[in-house]
């Protein structure tokens, strides 16, 4: 069945970086946008980034824009998020998501998430 | 950047009501709109796409309405697996955005 399984999150430093992978199973990656999604502790959802299914096109939230890269591995079915210069208000629930198989931009299914806390 | 504005931002209601939620865009959206399902400590889950089309799997107690700047979410009888808190999202243009919630709560 089709998986999405983020891993990577924890606690960091302010100013420090993460990696968050998203490994995916049951659908080829490469038919599909890919975006990663947030959710700080009992705020709702904010979309954080987009990638093309080539890699090429590239979007980001202004919140995050110059701090963090998205990237894809679609040999690997693997979906990145680097984030560098954490700041606490990044300390959220981290998902990652696919399109509904139509290549449009809502999002199914999702992954269940990983914690990242930026705390000194 | 387009703001989408959710009301009410909760509403208690009783197994068997219709509930009703509505989702305003700041600028026309056309039926780029989508709605979504959250339950505690779960990922969102997509209940409807195109304003109006209902995903597949999802029940059709579900349904959706509206183009343009203005469009609703109704629970025809509600369903005690149907607490929880509903987003809408703009899919029209970059930076996606959601509304910020409706939280159903049983009365």
């Known amino acids: 069945q089709v998986q999405l399984v983020e891993s990577g999150g924890g606690l960091v430093k302010p100013g420090g970086s993460l990696r968050l992978s998203c490994a995916v199973s049951?659908?080829?990656?490469?038919?599909?946008?890919m975006s990663w999604m947030r959710q700080a502790p009992g705020k709702g959802l904010e979309w954080i980034s987009y990638?093309?299914?080539?890699?090429?096109?590239?979007h980001y939230a202004d919140s995050v824009k110059g701090r963090f890269t998205i990237s894809r591995d679609n040999v690997k079915n693997l979906l990145y998020l680097q984030m560098n210069n954490l700041r606490a208000e990044d300390t959220a629930v981290y998902y990652c998501?696919?399109?509904?198989?139509?290549?449009?931009?809502?999002?199914?299914?999702w992954g269940q998430g990983t914690l990242v806390i930026v705390s000194s | 950047d387009i703001q989408m504005t959710q009301s009410p931002s909760s509403v208690s209601a009783s197994v068997g009501d219709r509930v009703t939620i509505t989702c305003r865009a700041s600028?026309?959206?056309?039926?780029?709109l989508a709605w979504y399902q959250q339950k505690p400590g779960t990922a969102p889950k997509l209940l409807i796409y195109?304003?109006?089309s209902l995903q597949s799997g999802v029940p059709s107690r579900f349904s959706g309405s509206g183009s343009g700047t203005d469009f609703t979410l109704t629970i025809s009888s509600l369903q005690p697996v149907d607490f929880a808190t509903y987003y809408c999202?703009?899919?029209?243009?970059?930076?996606?955005?959601f509304g910020g919630g409706t939280k159903v709560e049983i009365k």
């Open positions: 049951g659908f080829t990656l490469i038919d599909h946008y």
């Open positions: 600028q026309d959206i056309s039926t780029w």
């Open positions: 990638i093309s299914t080539s890699g090429v096109t590239k």
């Open positions: 998501a696919r399109d509904r198989g139509d290549q449009l931009n809502w999002f199914d299914p």
């Open positions: 195109a304003a109006s």
């Open positions: 999202q703009q899919a029209f243009s970059f930076p996606l955005t």
